[in-house]
């Protein structure tokens, strides 16, 4: 297609997606619940289908040797496509947002000010291979109210025109409003940009991927982006620890699924516990295959296995079995390094001492900080949402985990009985 | 001075900017309103010199020719010095937003996790001859714990320059943390372009001026901005207003205050009451200087002096006593031609049908809609927040009017005792 089609094709697009959005605004709870449940039920009677069109996915990408974990990500089975459809139902059974009145109010002249939440509109989201993200997205706004138009990865198109196929045609059914949900069924890669500059009829632009993928979409978008480049989430082991729970949350934070964004990339240590600290955790960390870049104090205590950390490392999300470590003079040089190095995702202090932990929790300038936790529940399952559809670092609009609430905005409904201004 | 002094410059305020608002984050609300009346008494006790540099301005614009209006914006005297300084006592007296637990809830292993209003960080203004904007957002962004970087017309510099000496004297009396007041004090007309690519240390962008300011600092900016480009606003008079009612609101929404966003711009009559309800209104208009651009209905039904409107008539934000009036078939046609022609700033419908009411108030798509009441109420005050910063026709973070609330962002600070993720 010539980029003149392409762009009038989109814009058409975008335009009933925007007509369709304000028809989707008025549908009732009960409207939304049924067309999710359907949607539930033709993931699994369209089961077989799906998986041909995966199959052939998998196959192009084996042939252009993608990597494992590539095709892991890619490749769905029975217990993937029953999970997507268990997660439009868990979304069905979540609390509608629309039209919550969030205050009200009136003013001396008896104007009844209402603020009342309402969808954003129309919501485009630019994402990789997961072929589960078309199924969990469209279950997310489709429930907030908004229209969709989805552009995924080239790899997983196949797999994504056959979800959206069985998805479309149970919304059909129910007469729901044309043009709310759509998939770009182009692999022309002319299409992200001319979509991004669609701000006329979409309101907001969310990209899942990696950093590359969103610093594109950033770059060339006239629409609103909410998203997050990176995480590069700290654990600091204050010198009032408990060790044995230090131990644990920085182990599972590192450990537990190294290649996920939550995950802990530089562990800071107080330097008055390091050297009673660090021996063992370094240990373990080893047995776990985890290889440590540390500051020249970390190396000096462990001896042995430890390569010497350059600031470069301290600004690197490894996604990997690798660590940072640094030792640090006080809490106050922690919370400097974290908001120097980090980047607003989620950090984390283990301490017993009441006043630190409140310091800490203050000062770190991050969308989540924890006391005594683990920096891997960061995540809108795990904050009991029921869902995400992305985890922001930005400061405006949403922060952390997005659900939801964060797919929509307010307007203010004022009931008056013929006021004028004087 | 050339471009890279002016870079190094810029950065290096921004740079101490974000770290004030670290330093602003923690302040207490006693501490900041003390600060404020400080701020505010400093405007009285310095006013001869702030009156002597504002003279050096209005005399400069004398001699540039520039219009009345634009001098009458310009101009400050003892009134309009006392006003600002009102400005800054009534902030004082508004609630501090920050640190409000904005839900709290504890998920099944027993994580606590509280979201919490805490302050933007860095935010820059950019406006326009208004020197009372400078008092007014550093009161505002003061108030909210943001630092604040603002950059003024440079026809009012002097004006700005001696507001902000003013003010950051009082400030640096009582030891408030250095750099979270600023003033970009060069006519450079660089320096903007240079502050929005600066998205390493500033949050937020708000201009506030012309259409044309706005869409410059929008098409330049790395920074997210929050912005209202025009107000096209609307008032429909349904088939079943009461038309003493609709007279006096419409009247008022065009009449009252012509030249602000919120005013009237075109007004929309139901088919079945247009014969009784134009021809008294068009005279009240008139009689008022009003000049109207009718459809041809309105100009049949008129009879004389009615301009036949055109389609850029709708588009067209007069700011004048200029009116577009249309004649619609129904309700549905009015909510279409609003959520075609208007920019989601502010629109009225004048009902006495309790359905026609509801719907409209949920089918435009704008900011503020009103039943039954003037436009003009469209503004921070009398929507009681105390002040305003400004007023949004974007849907994320804040749409409407903004005061201090809007001015905040929120963090999840979660409480565990060892959780780990399994």
Chains 1, 2 share one sequence.
Not at 110 to 131: C, F, M, N, Q, T
Not at 404 to 409: A, R, S
């Amino acid at each position: 297609m010539n980029t003149m089609n392409l762009k009038h094709d989109l814009s058409k697009l975008a335009a009933r997606a925007q007509e369709a959005s304000r028809a989707m605004h008025g549908l009732s709870s009960q409207a939304k619940n049924l067309a999710l449940v359907a949607m539930a039920e033709a993931l699994i009677s369209g089961k077989s289908v799906i998986l041909k069109a995966n199959r052939k996915d998998v196959l192009k990408a084996k042939a252009g040797r993608q990597t494992k974990a590539f095709i892991d990500r890619l490749e769905l089975d029975d217990k993937r496509i029953a999970g997507m459809s268990e997660s439009l139902l868990e979304i069905s059974s979540l609390t509608d947002p629309v039209g919550e009145v969030i205050k009200a109010w009136r003013v001396p002249n008896g104007l009844w000010i209402h603020k009342v939440r309402v969808p954003i509109g129309v919501i485009a989201i630019i994402y990789e291979s997961r072929p589960n993200v078309t199924s969990d997205c469209i279950g997310l706004c489709f429930k907030s109210g908004n229209s969709v138009i989805l552009r995924g990865g080239s790899e997983a198109l196949n797999s994504n025109l056959a979800i959206y196929a069985a998805l479309k045609k149970a919304a059909d059914c129910l007469r729901l409003p044309e043009g709310a949900i759509n998939v770009v069924d182009t692999v022309d890669r002319r299409a992200v940009d001319i979509l991004l500059k669609l701000d006329k009829y979409i309101d907001l632009v969310i990209p899942r991927g990696g950093e590359s993928l969103i610093r594109r979409v950033v770059a060339s978008s006239h629409i609103p982006v909410i998203k997050h480049y990176k995480g590069i989430c700290h654990v600091y082991v204050d010198e009032d620890a408990d060790l044995n729970k230090a131990e644990s949350i920085c182990f599972n934070a590192k450990v537990q699924r190294p290649g996920v964004c939550n995950a802990m990339e530089t562990m800071l240590v107080h330097q008055d516990i390091a050297a009673r600290f660090l021996p063992g955790m370094i240990k373990k960390f080893k047995e776990a295959g985890v290889k440590i870049r540390g500051c020249a104090v970390t190396f000096k205590i462990a001896k042995s296995g430890v390569q010497l950390a350059t600031d470069k490392d301290y600004h690197t999300e490894y996604l990997d079995l690798v660590l940072s470590v640094k030792v640090v003079q006080s809490l106050d040089s922690a919370i400097e390094h974290i908001n120097h190095y980090g980047t607003r995702h989620s950090d984390s202090i283990v301490t017993e001492d009441y006043n630190n932990a409140l310091k800490f929790l203050r000062q770190v300038d991050s969308a989540c900080v924890y006391a005594n936790a683990s920096t891997r529940f960061t995540d809108g399952n795990q904050f009991g949402m029921g869902a995400e559809i992305g985890i922001s670092t930005d400061k405006l609009h949403a922060r952390g985990p997005m659900a939801l609430e964060e797919l929509t905005t307010y307007k203010y409904m004022i009931f008056g009985d013929g006021q004028i201004r004087t």
